[in-house]
Nanobody, 127 residues
Framework: EVQLQASGGGLVQAGGSLRLSCAGT????????IGWFRQAPGKARVPVAC????????????SVKGRFTISSDNARLYAKNTVQLQMNSLKPEDTAVYYC????????????????WGQGTLVTVSS
């Protein structure tokens, strides 16, 4: 059974940092892209970042560029079916449930292209 598990969320003060992890079981990340999405209360799910097995990284939300990064240890982690999203300088508007998702092929910001989803991890940033 294919499963994705997102973890690492929590409550943090503005300016703080969190590291989210996405772990997959039941399949190998090889050949798959892993996307991070977030959904704030009452809002649509939006793409945050994506990484492929070849190490191509895309950041989709302008508001996170320069603050959020896919782990620099991506290759090693990918081989272990894990992707990490480092989130620094967090702001209250980053508060959301963060999801990781997987699908074959190149990166995409469209949630409709992802067939496998984790359950989400809640990030709450207090002001």
């Amino acid at each position: 059974e294919v499963q994705l598990q997102a973890s690492g969320g929590g409550l943090v003060q503005a300016g703080g940092s969190l590291r989210l992890s996405c772990a997959g079981t039941g399949f190998t990340f090889d050949g798959y892209k892993i996307g991070w999405f977030r959904q704030a209360p009452g809002k649509a799910r939006v793409p945050v970042a994506c990484v492929t097995d070849s190490g191509t990284i895309s950041y989709y939300a302008n508001s996170v560029k320069g603050r959020f990064t896919i782990s620099s240890d991506n290759a090693r982690l990918y081989a272990k079916n894990t992707v990490q999203l480092q989130m620094n300088s967090l702001k209250p508007e980053d508060t959301a449930v963060y999801y990781c998702a997987a699908a074959p092929g190149p990166c995409s910001g469209s949630p409709y292209e992802y067939g496998y989803w984790g359950q989400g991890t809640l990030v709450t940033v207090s002001s």
